[in-house]
């Protein structure tokens, strides 16, 4: 006998687990004692509305697959004129997903997403019957929902021997075609689409482990990679899968082709997302124009899976993408979609849309740029930005409800691939405590890190931690302020920082007492970063220094061979650089470096360090700088003395310190000098100093009568001219 598209299936529905795979038989195999038996029990139950009610109205499935047998084979009976010799195998399979009913209505699609009406095997379109052909092979029909009732009528040959009792048995799925690579003969048995089970939940939030849901070694990927983005096939999905899966093996390299293929030759329409009338999502068409939205980037991903024998499920759902505002709330229809697939006995999840690249801020481009973090992603990482309608598919225990999806934190792809891990406060949205707010990042390796509040690097104190970050920020301005956090690898090859989190800041009230200098360079302090390029143990650990007097001294181990310069800067002070140099001191002891500083006037002020190996002729490199802060409005310190090229490094002064001497006054001299013959202080005469026991040079200068006085040394005895090492001025009367 020759079945027709969908009949007898109009309707039926059965448990979304369950599968039953039936044999039609003629009447006469009814006869046998057993299956008389059962069907006889079926008809009794079965009421005469069809099959589909007596599915829905029967509680025994084998007496349910009885009756429907008899049924089918009656109806055949009567069209084929009592001879029912054809066996025909029907398999009935429930898909995932909700129970929404599918109806056939012998519709078949021609391949582009249309349903073309067909009429009745055996007979033509204008009704009148036609001569059979033997069938040569089996012929398999499947006709199915995304999310409802999966049918396939397979069609054997006539007068084929039934294996009765193998036959009517009951499967756990379909026997759907695999490809497989070039040694990959015949079909693959895969289980059916199923509903997301406790197996494949992950545990909520994320612990931290893995960035994917599935062990996964990209560099066995990589041959895989290059072969798939070397297929160029346009014309039928079936021979681009053909094409992909010849160097696939398992089917996660199946997905994986598919995966690499699309993102890195479908790109996102921006046209058809702007005009929907020029916008087609079915997958030929996907295909053929290499372009969709994230609809047909789904969709397309779907149907190569399904051919490669692949489960995969096309979801959709709420998405923190383009044009998301922080803490907004989402309401409506869908607005992304996005797959999950199965493998290893899981479901994962993966967005080929937005793993293929993005689009700029008008979205009037998009620019192909691949990001590994969407393939099969952990899914406590994916709900970040991925919502999904069913909250089954978020495969998270618990599930995330929708007012945490939206007050949550946005942590973008670029967050996770630098080895992030954590932010704090958790929500997107901060309110201010006192003009201040307190945000901090974790990570796994050493970061660099900046910021810019309300596009501008000011207004805040960010300091670097061995495996993260600390940032505090003081708005100046009550209101909304867009806060937006900026990282780096250290050992990266350009000077680009990638945006990694993005918060609001709401700010009532304003701590005017806070204010940081334009000057100053984020992030403060000493860190990680500064004892790589050689400044190790510092005597100041915190990235503010304190000082009453408006003194302080700043200690360091150096590495070898580096070469030191800093400088004083403030947004109230009119030095120049020379003077900004002066009020600092360097004093070299050993391996060991100190900075004296005496500031000028009280405030705030960044005190810079630069440094180069001194093998190197090249300029000096900013390392990092202090805040330096003094609220006492009595402190002004003059300058240290002027230095010359032959006041060496390792020389000291420990009296007097200050630049500017009173006039009229006997000046005590108290010099660190090695390696020195003589050495004489010039003012209006000239002094010379004698070296102690101890080994420093002392002596006193009168200052009557002089505007400057200089410190000069021999340095061999045999030659009798002095170098200039230092400079003093003299107080006017």
Known sequence: MVLPMGVAFAGTKISPRLTVRLLLLPPFALTHPILHKASEAAARRAEPRGPARAFARMGNVRSCCIALARRLCWS????????????????????????????????????????????????????????????????????YSNEGTQVTVEIHPRNTTPQLLKKLSFGKGLRKPSLRGQDNKGFQKTEAPRPPSGKDLHAYPWDKSSLKSMPVDLQQFEKLDAYALKVNVKNSIEELVTALLKQARTDLEKVRAIWIWI???????????????????????????????????????????????????????????????????????????WNAVYLDGRWHLLDSTWGSGSVDDSFSKFTFRYNEFYFLTHPALFVNNHFPDNSNWQLLKPALALKDFENNMLHNSNFYTMGLLAAHPE????????????????????????????????????????????????????????????AKPPKASDDVYNCVLEYVLECKSVDKSTRFPKDLHQPVGPSWFSERQGFLRPSHPDPIIHTNDGRCSVTFTLGKDISVLASLHSDNSSLTEDMRRRHIMQIHRG????????????????????????????????IFNYLISCLNTDVKWPAFPQSYSKWAEDYEILEPLSGLLPANRNVQFKLKLHGIAKVLVQADNTYPLTRSRDGYWEGTCNTSGCTEVFVMVHENANHSFYSHVLKYEVETQ
Do not use: W
């Not at 702007?274 to 997958?283: E, F, G, I, R, V």
């Open 591 to 622: 391996n060991q470096i100190e900075f004296k500083i005496h500031l000028p006037h009280a405030g705030n002020f960044v005190l810079k360090i630069y440094a180069k190996k001194k093998s190197d002729p090249g300029n000096y490199d900013y």
């Open 76 to 143: 055949c009976e009567k069209e084929d004129e009592g001879k029912a010799s054809d066996l025909t195998h029907v398999e009935v399979q429930a898909a995932t997903g909700e129970d929404r009913q599918s109806t056939s209505t012998g519709l078949q699609e021609d391949g582009n997403g249309n349903n073309r009406s067909q009429p009745p095997k055996g007979r033509d379109r204008n009704g009148q019957q036609v001569p059979r052909e033997p069938y040569k092979q089996t012929q398999a029909v499947t006709s």
């Open 427 to 486: 929500t997107g949205v901060i309110q201010t405590v006192n003009g201040k707010a307190a945000i901090s990042v974790d990570c796994r390796s050493s970061m660099l890190f900046t910021f810019k509040l309300k596009g501008i690097q000011e207004h805040g104190l960010m300091t670097l931690r061995k495996h993260g970050m600390t940032l505090e920020v003081y708005p100046q301005k009550t209101g909304s302020h867009k806060l937006q956090i900026f």
């Open 263 to 337: 993102c890195h030759h479908i790109e996102y329409d921006v046209v058809g997302y702007h005009n929907k009338s020029q916008l087609s999502c079915k997958p030929i068409d996907v295909l053929q124009t290499g372009k969709s939205v994230c609809e047909g980037y789904a969709g397309l991903f779907e149907q190569m899976c399904s051919i490669a024998g692949i489960q995969c499920m096309k979801l959709s759902g709420y998405s923190k993408g383009y044009g998301y505002k922080m803490g907004q709330t989402f309401t409506g229809d869908s607005d992304h979609a």
